[in-house]
């Protein structure tokens, strides 16, 4: 198949004259870009911090960050239902979608249960940490439960309303979630790094 031809048969499953799937796009993309942005910049300038207080500006950002969660799920709804609609098998359009949706909020439910709030929310950006690393389920089968939970809801989503442009734009968020827990990963593990050198100077 050559790249026209691929590029046609791709246009008849994706509208990609519909604003909304631009407006998902990007509200997909702002989520990670903003609280790594405003939760590095705390963490090396304490702008928030010196204002209000950790706790309380911990409390604001992770508020904000659930809401903005919120929206982009709407926005993803409202993009799919502008999509081209492709009827499945009952088997896959309930069964298979509820299966993977039930599983992916499993593991968003379960992560936020393990870090609680301000470790599900930017806390250690704050000096809000943890004092060890959380092991358990889910972490013991994967390192970044949250997010790959994140992106099975996207998918159950696009098969429960039968819209194969969702599965592309799941795919968009695994690769967003992907550059970000390239910036993430590190950046955290340097915190609790220099938690662990300070401590040792305490002692």
């Known amino acids: ?11 008849t499953l994706v509208d ?3 604003p909304s799937l631009y407006i998902s796009l990007l509200s997909i993309a702002a989520n ?3 609280w790594n942005l405003i939760g590095r910049n705390e963490y090396k300038n304490q702008t928030l911090t010196k204002l209000i207080g950790a706790r309380v500006s911990s409390t604001i950002l992770g508020t904000v960050i659930f809401f903005a969660g919120l929206l982009r799920d709407v926005l993803y709804r409202m993009a799919l239902h502008d999509q ?4 499945l098998p009952y088997a896959i359009q309930t069964g298979l979608s509820w299966m993977i949706f039930g599983t992916g909020n499993l593991l968003v439910a379960a992560s936020y249960f393990r870090l609680g709030f301000y470790g599900t929310f930017c806390g250690d950006y704050f000096g809000i940490l943890k004092e060890k690393r959380v092991t358990s389920f889910p972490y013991n089968i994967m390192t970044n439960p949250m997010y790959v939970g994140a992106v099975l809801c996207f998918v159950g989503a696009a098969f429960w309303y039968e819209r194969p442009a969702g599965l592309l734009i799941a795919l968009y968020v ?3 979630y992907s550059i970000a827990l390239h910036f993430e990963g590190p950046f955290t593990e340097m915190i609790y790094q220099n938690r662990g050198a300070s401590s040792k100077k305490d002692t």
């Open 32 to 34: 990670p870009l903003g």
């Open 84 to 87: 081209p609609h492709f009827p």
């Open 16 to 18: 990609f004259s519909k």
């Open 174 to 176: 695994h690769l967003v």
């Open 1 to 11: 198949m050559s790249f026209y031809s691929f590029i046609e048969s791709l246009s």
